[in-house]
């Protein structure tokens, strides 16, 4: 057998045993989801009660939400069990990513991603609770003041469902801008000096953005354009501290500079006048027989 055929074999067998692990990993992540899943089934009806809350409680006396699937009032309630139990289980299936993704890194792209992937968790984490906690309230309260009289403010819960995780991917994605920001800055395609030049088209991008992901008022469009745009300042903020890694710089000679003469040799030293006659005594004696 050939080195060519040897070498394609084993990068072969290489390449199959990274596809076995793959396919391990993600059937234990799905396992993971899965018995979480069963687990938090039997509270599927309070799950989404507690989804509901922020609109029940804005919703008009003796208000409430209706379903026009016939087999809406099962399908919604699992589609949020499965929701949560796949937030419940995120950190397994990130750590069996990591565990798959981890060995063809090096040190120093160790030491920056896994914190980067741990921050970004939590920070659409928190975007989501900041939908939940503060917009929820707030534009649900907005839209039963501004109801028409006579007319019943009542949703169906499909569409429900939609309109709160479509808010929550918009505000878990604006939450991650630290993170993005800090990363192009790190493996040097921006600056902080062009990033602040992008200030003004920044601020105007997240109201476009607030826009489109949110509600048609004006009141959820700057609860997402102004802390998109805080979280902006605030990626630059860390990024100047952590900066671009720096490279390692090899000082090259300047082209006018003149090569340097070569030392002298440490053991050299110059003949005394006795050597110097005797060796001159020598180069003569032919000379003085032939004559």
């Known amino acids: 057998m050939s080195l060519d055929s040897q070498?394609?074999?084993?990068?072969?067998?290489?390449?199959?045993?990274?596809?076995?692990?793959?396919?391990?990993?993600?059937?234990?992540?799905?396992?993971?989801?899965?018995?979480?899943?069963?687990?938090?089934?039997?509270?599927?009806?309070?799950?989404y009660?507690?989804?509901?809350?922020p609109l029940l409680a804005s919703l008009p006396a003796g208000g409430q939400m209706i379903?026009?699937?016939v087999v809406g009032v099962f399908l919604v309630p699992m589609k949020i069990t499965l929701m949560v139990a796949f937030l419940?289980?995120?950190?397994y299936v990130l750590f069996q990513a990591w565990g798959f993704v981890a060995?063809?890194?090096?040190?120093?792209?160790k030491r920056l991603v896994l914190?980067?992937?741990?921050?970004?968790?939590?920070?659409?984490?928190?975007?989501?609770?900041?939908?939940?906690?503060?917009?929820?309230?707030?534009?649900?309260?907005?839209?039963?003041k501004v109801a028409p009289e006579g007319v019943a403010w009542m949703t169906d819960i499909d569409k429900y469902l939609s309109f709160v995780l479509s808010t929550f991917v918009a505000?878990?994605?604006?939450?991650?801008?630290?993170?993005?920001?800090?990363?192009?800055?790190r493996i040097g395609l921006v600056d902080i000096a062009k990033l602040k030049e992008w200030r003004p088209y920044v601020i105007v991008g997240a109201f476009i953005i607030g826009a489109v992901?949110?509600?048609?008022?004006?009141?959820?469009?700057?609860?997402?354009?102004?802390?998109?745009?805080?979280?902006?300042?605030?990626?630059?903020?860390?990024?100047?501290?952590?900066g671009r890694r720096p490279q390692p710089e090899v000082a090259a000679p300047a082209p006018s500079d003149p090569a340097p003469a070569a030392a002298p040799a440490a053991d050299w030293q110059p003949m005394s006048a006795g050597e110097m006659d005797q060796a001159l005594g020598h180069s003569q004696a032919p000379e003085r027989k032939q004559d």
């Open 67 to 69: 379903a026009t699937d």
């Open 171 to 185: 505000f878990g994605v604006t939450f991650e801008v630290p993170v993005i920001v800090i990363v192009l800055v």
């Open 213 to 242: 992901f949110t509600p048609p008022d004006v009141l959820s469009q700057i609860m997402l354009a102004v802390p998109l745009w805080l979280l902006y300042e605030l990626g630059i903020i860390l990024a100047s501290f952590i």
């Open 88 to 91: 419940i289980a995120l950190p």
């Open 49 to 53: 009660t507690l989804l509901a809350n």
């Open 115 to 144: 914190p980067l992937v741990v921050a970004s968790v939590l920070l659409f984490f928190s975007g989501m609770a900041f939908a939940y906690f503060l917009v929820f309230p707030t534009v649900f309260g907005f839209m039963a």
């Open 103 to 109: 060995p063809g890194l090096y040190s120093h792209e």
């Open 7 to 47: 070498e394609s074999g084993a990068a072969e067998e290489s390449f199959l045993s990274h596809l076995v692990e793959l396919r391990d990993r993600l059937i234990r992540a799905l396992l993971a989801v899965l018995v979480v899943f069963v687990c938090l089934f039997p509270w599927s009806r309070e799950l």
